[in-house]
């Protein structure tokens, strides 16, 4: 099966040479690359959070797999959703799912199911890949888009894929794609998100879940991130730094209702 591009001359350039340029020219010069255990990245349009997801992956050495936990924006498909099998299709070219973690994945989870139709038109995850296709370099990835759900269904999500990932014996990086505040002004996205942001530092996922819920922060992926702080901390994550934080209106002018951005590391 391939899944095509949901997204490309939208939410990032439709041709292969426009969108490789377009990496490049986000992409830091200086950054120095360290083994990561997670990450947090956004999954805006390039032109509004791309700088922040270039930040991210420059940092990081690429691992053989890339699983990536996306929020579901379309309510399309199964609740909790992982597609094992099957190619990706971006302007940079295909990217193949690593069957054997998709499916160990799967086999430790009672809350995923095997399921296309959540991730046929979902941007979260696809926008991910250009910034890891534009190396080069061979990867598979594993793709799971949750939609809302109770922290033990999160925790049960991480566990699965902390045991598939130490089982596998392969480097991995587990990554949740998610936005910040919506809709806000930049005061009050900055002060709500910055407790979000306490929460991911701390690795304290269910402390996530809890601060998110609690204060009415409208963080659309916080439940693949809460699954992928349970994740890094099983598979000896110990510490987490904020890359960079940022908001539309530093592209809009409009400070009134932004969107904000954090990209962050778990090592």
Known sequence: MIRRSAVAGAFYAGTRDRLHLQVEDLLPRTATPEKAIGAVVPHAGYVYS?????????????PETFVILGPNHTGLGAGASIMTYGQWETPLGRVQIDQEIGKAILANSFVLEEDHLAH????????????????????????????????AACQEVG????????????????????DMSHYVSRDEAGAKDRKAIEAILALDPEGLHRVVRREGISMCGFHPTTAMLVAAKFLGGTHADLVMYTDSG??????????????????
Request: with cysteine.
């Open 120 to 151: 046929l038109r979902e941007h979260s995850i696809e926008v991910q890949l250009p910034f890891l296709q534009y190396s080069g370099r061979p990867f598979g990835f594993v793709p799971i888009c949750l939609f809302s759900h109770e922290y």
């Open 250 to 267: 530093e592209v809009t002018r409009d400070l009134d209702e932004v969107v904000a951005y954090a990209g962050l590391i778990v090592r």
């Open 159 to 178: 566990q699965a894929v902390a045991k598939a990932v130490r089982e596998s014996g392969k480097r991995v990086l587990v990554v949740a794609s998610t």
């Open 50 to 62: 791309g700088r922040v997801a270039a930040a991210v992956y420059s940092r990081v050495e690429f």
